[in-house]
């Protein structure tokens, strides 16, 4: 439709994926150009629609919506990033802001929020949940490095430090010292702990 706001979707869940999908299409204003499981996919859609808005999920296989969000920015800056999830806590806002998000959404929102929250991000607004834009001010800051929180992840998922240093190209030595600094900064004695406490903050 000409003038349409455009959207690509990324959901990772197939039937939440066409229930938004179906709930966007119901505007008049608004054209949903493709939907996609992954981040993988969203970013080749964006470089093939040049789309005025991605809606994305945070958690998806492939390329998580935060990376996808970066990856957005630094590639295709005129098209906006509105996360749409179910990440209440103040870490994973912070994140979202910084790689680039103009818009952060709950999904326990009224639906009719969602296109409003389209129709706003367009217009060049930023749109955030408002209790969690008052958490972020008191917000414990997150100590972990890019590559501590990359290397922490994959540890806490059971991944071996023989594996990470494989596949990352580093040093076993090397990889066990990222740990070691993120165990530290988050007070706790081991990869799995440091894990657990970095998810619940919103710092995963």
Known sequence: ????????????????????AALLAIEP?????GTFADGEQALQAVAHHHPNLLVTDIEMPKM?????????????????VLILTTFARPGYLRRALDAGAHGY??????SEELSEAVRRVSQGMRVVDPDLAQEIWSAEKDPLTERERQILRRAGDGESTADLARSLR???????????????????????????????????
Request: hydrophobic letters at 40%; proline letters at 2%.
């Open 64 to 80: 998580t919506g935060l990376e996808l969000t970066a990856r957005v920015r630094e590639l295709y800056p005129a098209t906006r």
């Open 105 to 110: 959404l709950l999904k326990d929102r009224p």
């Open 170 to 204: 580093l040093s076993e030595g090397t990889v066990r010292n990222y740990l070691s600094e993120a165990i530290s900064k988050l007070g706790v004695s081991s990869r799995f702990e440091a894990a657990r406490v970095a998810r619940t903050k919103g710092w995963l």
């Open 1 to 20: 439709m000409s003038g349409s706001i455009r959207v690509v979707l990324a959901e990772d869940q197939g039937m939440l994926r066409g229930a938004l």
């Open 29 to 33: 204003d608004i054209d949903v150009v």
